[in-house]
Nanobody
Framework: VQLVESGGGLVQPGGSLRLSCATS????????IHWVRQAPGKGLDWVSS????????DSADSVKGRFTIYRDNTKNMVYLQMDSLKSEDTALYYC?????????????WGQGTQVTVSS
């Protein structure tokens, strides 16, 4: 299993970024894929998830209405569109996959992509 994130960067408050998670090494459909972040000096913070089979999504209250998770099953990709970014969104963002038949038992992680929201 491989998960490779990209798309992070420096953006001003109120700006937008789109993160990408390229996946390989497993059957893309019928899996949960998550975005999890870690701010400097803090613990892991679950952001959003998508079931690649039917597209069911779920997001943390802190990002609802601002972040959108979606997938492209033809490319085995998961994306996180982040709009109206705030300074508190600054973090290292990881793509994560749980063990088979689980939703939150994260077993596989990418290397992360840094998002910095600052003026």
């Amino acid at each position: 299993v491989q998960l490779v994130e990209s798309g992070g960067g420096l953006v001003q408050p109120g700006g937008s970024l789109r993160l990408s998670c390229a996946t390989s090494g497993f059957t893309f459909s019928m899996n949960w894929i998550h975005w999890v972040r870690q701010a400097p000096g803090k613990g892991l913070d679950w952001v959003s998830s998508i079931y690649t089979g039917d597209g069911e999504t779920d997001s943390a209250d802190s990002v609802k209405g601002r972040f959108t998770i979606y997938r492209d099953n033809t490319k085995n990709m998961v994306y996180l569109q982040m709009d109206s970014l705030k300074s508190e969104d600054t973090a290292l963002y990881y793509c994560a996959k749980p063990t088979p038949y689980s939703k939150y038992d994260f077993a596989y992680w990418g290397q992360g992509t840094q998002v910095t929201v600052s003026s």
